[in-house]
C-alpha cells in the first residue's frame, strides 16, 4: 500500500495556490492519513491541535487512530481544499472533538486538522488561514467520513 495516496499528493501539491487564496493542505509530501477522537472529557479541552509541539500526539488524543481508506482520504483533501467547503464568520466555541494527523512515509506527522462539529469550525497547520468555519454541506461529508470510521460525537450540530 506504499505511496497509494501520490496521484492526489501531485494533485495536491501542482499549485501553489487554490481559488480564494487557500494554501494547498496538507502542502507537505504523505503516506497515512488517520483521524482521532479528541478531548474526550467535558470542560475546557486539553489540546487545540492533537499534536504536541515536538510532534507526539497530544494527551487528550484517545486510541490508535483509524487509518483512511485512500478514497476517504481523497474526499478529505477534496474538502479541505475547496473554498466553497468554508463560509464566512466564526462561533466562540471550539472545543474540538475530533482531529487528523497526516503522516509521510517514515511515520512522522506532517499535518494536523482538529474539527468542532458543534460550532462547525476547523483549525489546519500548515495552511493558511488556519482556522476555517465550514460550510454545510463539507460539514456533513466530514461527519459521515467519521460515522464510517466508527468515530464518536460525529454528528454534534
Not at 83 to 103: D, M, R
Not at 137 to 156: F, H, M, N, P, S
Amino acid at each position: 500500500m506504499q505511496n497509494v495516496l501520490t496521484p492526489l499528493l501531485v494533485l495536491t501539491l501542482a499549485s501553489p495556490a487554490l481559488a480564494g487564496g487557500l494554501q494547498p493542505f496538507p502542502g507537505k509530501p504523505y503516506h497515512t492519513v488517520k483521524v482521532y477522537n479528541l478531548n474526550a472529557k467535558k470542560g475546557r479541552p486539553e489540546c487545540m491541535m492533537p499534536l504536541n509541539k515536538d510532534g507526539s500526539l497530544c494527551s487528550s488524543v484517545k486510541g490508535p487512530g483509524k487509518r483512511l481508506s485512500k478514497k476517504q482520504a481523497t474526499e478529505l483533501f477534496r474538502i479541505l481544499n475547496a473554498p466553497e467547503s468554508y463560509q464566512t464568520g466564526f462561533a466562540k466555541c471550539f472545543i474540538p472533538h475530533h482531529a487528523v494527523v497526516v503522516y509521510d512515509a517514515k511515520g512522522q506527522a506532517v499535518a494536523q486538522v482538529s474539527i468542532c462539529f458543534e460550532c462547525h469550525q476547523l483549525r489546519m497547520e500548515p495552511s493558511q488561514p488556519k482556522r476555517r468555519s465550514l460550510a454545510k454541506a463539507a460539514r456533513y461529508t466530514l461527519q459521515d467520513i467519521c460515522l464510517e470510521l466508527g468515530l464518536k460525537d460525529c454528528w454534534k450540530n
